[in-house]
């Protein structure tokens, strides 16, 4: 069974920095799948940040620059740095990961931390 949690949300004033973490246990993920997402009140779940091969890693338009995914592997760990932020980053942050194992489709949430960005 794969389990992300994430922690580090918060309230920050604008123009300041969060780091978000995503602890992932279960020996079947690989924490080179684990990406992050964000939902806003009222609009729908939008990718910010993914590894991609080769180990580079991509990024929203609305957050490059300002964001930086990372990874430990030793931990099974997954980091947002968010810098610069802004009263629009306000949204609940999630990790998730998708992958196959013998042919099946996997794919689990976390739980979501909620950060507020006040102006």
């Known amino acids: 069974q794969v389990q992300l949690v994430e922690s580090g949300g918060g309230l920050v004033q604008a123009g300041g920095s969060l780091r978000l973490s995503c602890a992932a246990s279960g020996s079947s993920v690989s924490i080179n799948t684990i990406d992050w997402y964000r939902q806003a009140p009222g609009k729908e779940r939008e990718l910010v940040a993914v590894?991609?091969?080769?180990?580079?890693?991509d990024y929203a338009d609305f957050v490059k620059g300002r964001f930086t995914i990372s990874r430990d592997n030793a931990k099974k760990m997954v980091y947002l740095q968010m810098n610069s932020l802004k009263t629009e980053d306000t949204a609940d942050y999630y990790c998730?990961?998708?992958?196959?194992?013998?042919?099946?489709?996997?794919?689990?949430w976390g739980q979501g931390t909620q950060v507020t960005v006040s102006s």
């Open positions: 590894f991609t091969s080769g180990g580079r890693t």
């Open positions: 998730h990961t998708d992958f196959k194992e013998y042919g099946r489709r996997h794919i689990y």
